[in-house]
């Protein structure tokens, strides 16, 4: 099984877990591989459809920690969480080809890259050969000069025109077409304006005919919105992001607070017949 359940029939919810010391909002909480599986079945017991796991922290201004700190710090969970949870669609998220490919040979589903093949293209080739699913996110420069890459024409027009040229890239490499999903990378080198820009127009990346990720989690543009510091405590604001992406039939939410967000998405349904 590489989809979850009801693929394509309702928004589905991937749970995180970032075996981290430093992202942004539960850094060190889960480095612990009993840990991490305990959360994943926290997780899963809220009926996330797949557990998206991080060991490179993505957050403004976070360290690159290399190839071998990423794979020491990730396998040791990944193991765990396939040990515990057979039958779970695991997602990992990482621009290592390197670390891609030993995941997958450990029992991952779904490559995750904040980089969409950008950092380096031999990702394209490791996904197509796995014949995996490939979140394909939006993204430019790094962590530590994302913030400085926040000049478009049109947000919404340059990030499709973006994400298709990276499209065009995977497919030339042999990635499957239904393999492909789109993540317009909220936060990712995005003013606070630029990423309600992008959440109030995702029909328009929809229209492009590939599943659509949306990973607003906690986020500082919310915490900008709903004047709220403390990351923990933006959950309202995620649960406004949630129904919007519901209302525009996304296909995935990548969130930290499932329970919450489940319970939103079932009322959503009811209110958007």
Known sequence: MIWPDFWGEKTCVMGVINVTPDSFSDGGLFLDSAKASEHASNLLRETADVLDIGAQSTRPGA???????????LIPALLAIRSDHEHALISVDTFHPQVALRSLQLGANWINDITGGRRNPEMYRVVADAKCPFVLMHSRGDSKSMDQQTSYSNVVDDVRDELLRTTDLALAAGVLP?????????????????????????????????????????????????????????IWGNIAVACKCYEAKVDILRVHDVGPTVKALLMAEKLWL
């Not at 360290?63 to 710090?73: A, M, Q, V, W, Y």
């Not at 492909?180 to 606070?192: N, S, V």
């Open 178 to 234: 239904e393999n492909l999903i789109w993540d317009p990378g909220i936060g990712f080198a995005k003013t606070t304006d630029q990423n309600l820009a992008l959440i109030r127009n995702l029909k328009t990346l929809k229209n492009e005919g590939f599943p659509l990720l949306v990973g607003s989690s906690r986020k500082r543009f919310i915490g900008s919105v709903t004047h709220e510091s403390l990351p923990n405590a933006r």
């Open 63 to 73: 360290e690159d920690i290399g190839l071998e700190e990423e794979l020491r710090r």
